[in-house]
């Protein structure tokens, strides 16, 4: 079994990937498959060039936890991780400390997401996206890679690093992976270990609410809520935090006219395990 290696510090790393051309794949850790089509994915394209690396990083960043969020819950085991990016062809896992990425602390600068920031994920989480964004500009100005891969189950976090690489004219790639599930049609989540039984068996209520949107899809933006709705209204274990229609080009929601490729949101909480997903409809 071979092991990639593991860097723990920025100036070992800017070493190491001298004269690389980097697909790097951010991570909190806690890997699961769709972490790995995540890697797959990268191992693809830097294998297709010479000096092709990739590097996969593990921080859980403090920045993105609210006051009443799970910090401390979040689990970290980095030798889990390692034997499940073993033989996969990674070469380096960057997994530095709290101390090593933010030396002074809290930061002084830090990005701001902009309104869309605020809406969906933001509103329920305030500050999330302000602390994934300046995680995610700074592990971007420390590996410099040529792409990067995010997965598109977190569709609105995908939307902002795409628009933060754009509107700050970074030379990189962003690249989104479709979302991998469970065989009932769950999301693989890092937190879906810390569904109950009982609760596990109700959380691909999720994907089958938004199944049943994009059936509606032809009858308008009404009949796609109601679809969902109808869905979510059946198990009660699933108590819903939003559920929203938004265009994809601009992640706003979609008017009562809307026609064409949209983005159907949902997040709800069973027990303690607040769940996300997503999936895209056409309106017509």
């Known amino acids: ?83 499940a990016l073993a033989d996969r062809g990674v070469g380096i896992v960057f997994a530095p400390s709290v101390a090593e990425m933010y030396p002074d602390g809290k930061p002084q600068v830090t990005l701001r997401g902009g309104a869309v920031s605020e809406l969906y994920e933001g509103r329920s989480r305030p ?20 792409v990067a891969l995010f997965g598109r189950k977190d569709a609105q976090q995908l939307f902002l690093v795409q628009r933060m690489v754009k509107d700050l004219d970074l030379a990189i790639r962003i690249e989104g992976v479709e979302t991998v599930r469970e065989a009932d049609g769950l999301a693989l989540s890092s937190r879906n270990r810390f569904l109950t039984a009982e609760e596990r068996k109700a959380a691909p209520t999720l994907h089958r609410a938004l199944e049943a949107a994009s059936s509606a899809g032809d009858r308008g933006i009404d009949a796609v809520i109601a679809a969902a709705q109808s869905v979510l209204m059946d198990e009660e274990l699933v108590k819903l935090d939003y559920l929203r229609v938004v265009d994809p080009r601009t992640f706003q929601p979609v008017s009562d006219d809307f026609r064409g490729p949209a983005r159907v949101l949902i997040a709800a909480h069973l027990g303690t395990t607040r769940l996300i997903d997503n999936d895209d409809i056409y309106l017509n």
Do not use: C, W
């Open 127 to 146: 500050g999330h996206f302000d602390g994934m964004l300046t995680v995610v500009a700074k592990l971007l100005g420390i590996v410099r890679p040529a």
């Open 1 to 83: 079994m071979t092991l990639p290696d593991v860097v723990t510090t920025i100036a070992e790393l800017r070493t190491r990937l001298a004269g690389q051309r980097v697909a790097l794949v951010p991570t909190m850790g806690a890997l699961h498959a769709g972490h790995l089509a995540l890697v797959d994915r990268a191992v693809d394209l830097a294998t297709a060039s010479a000096d092709g690396l990739v590097v996969v990083s593990i921080f859980v960043n403090p920045l993105q936890f609210g006051p009443a969020e799970d910090l401390d819950r979040y689990p970290r085991d980095l030798d889990a991780d390692l034997a």
